[in-house]
């Protein structure tokens, strides 16, 4: 099996399809300042909680928050915030990621309009709640290049686990084999190769090339370079 024997792309978002800290440090930011009630040394230690310097207005690399779930920052969050609910607190998070100021890693419509040429089956797998993942891609105007779209709440469970990517060899009918997952995350590249899938890292997150490259079958720039990786285009 060689990649030009690749039927199927499988993408995370955020950090892959959208630069991680263009599209999410101003969010961050956003979301510290209304859950701290305007106060800035409240947003601040909250901010310290989940991996986040409100002064620098950027997340640490190591933050949790970049491969993780909407359930993660509630449960980081929660206790310091008594006067939520538990589901209050993730409708907010959920509305805010929904609002985010999306910044595309590179053009999409004609990255996958080339992929689509190639017959190639399409989806987005990320740890992101469904909905708000879903108003990404279609304020992005890319939401019907994906033949399957799943977020931490879908029901196929959330990476590192190979679930949701099992769920989107099956939905398309392409053996896991011949797909290839591409992440920015450790936890991407983790489930991709739990599931038997090719690896592909990405530098438009915030992890650096020696954590991912023990995990990945290459690591590119950005989604850009797939197709000459794939061999059927240019850089």
Known sequence: M??????????????????????WNGWAEKLLL????GDRARA?????????????????????????TPDDLVDVLSPELPGLTRSDLLARINVEAAAAPLVEAVPLVPLLDLFHAQGMRLGVVTNDAE??????????????????????????GAKP???????????????????????DSTHDLVAGRAAGMWTVA??????????????????????????QWLGFGAE
Do not use: C, N
């Open 2 to 23: 060689t990649r030009r024997d690749i039927g199927a792309v499988l993408f995370d978002k955020d950090g892959t399809l959208f630069d991680f800290g263009a599209t």
């Open 34 to 37: 209304q859950l701290g009630e």
């Open 44 to 68: 601040a230690d909250l901010g310290r909680l989940i991996g986040y310097d409100l002064e620098a207005s950027r997340f640490s690399p190591d933050s949790f928050v970049i491969a993780g």
């Open 131 to 156: 909905a708000p993942a879903l108003a990404h891609l279609e304020a992005a105007q890319v939401r019907d290049r994906f033949d399957f779209i799943a977020g931490s709440d879908s029901g196929y």
């Open 161 to 183: 686990a190979a679930g949701p990517l099992l769920a989107f060899s099956e939905a398309v009918g392409v053996p896991r084999e011949r797909i290839i997952m591409v992440g």
């Open 202 to 227: 990405v530098l438009t997150g915030l992890a650096g090339p020696e954590d991912l490259s023990p995990h990945a079958d290459v690591v590119l720039p950005d989604i850009g370079h797939l197709p």
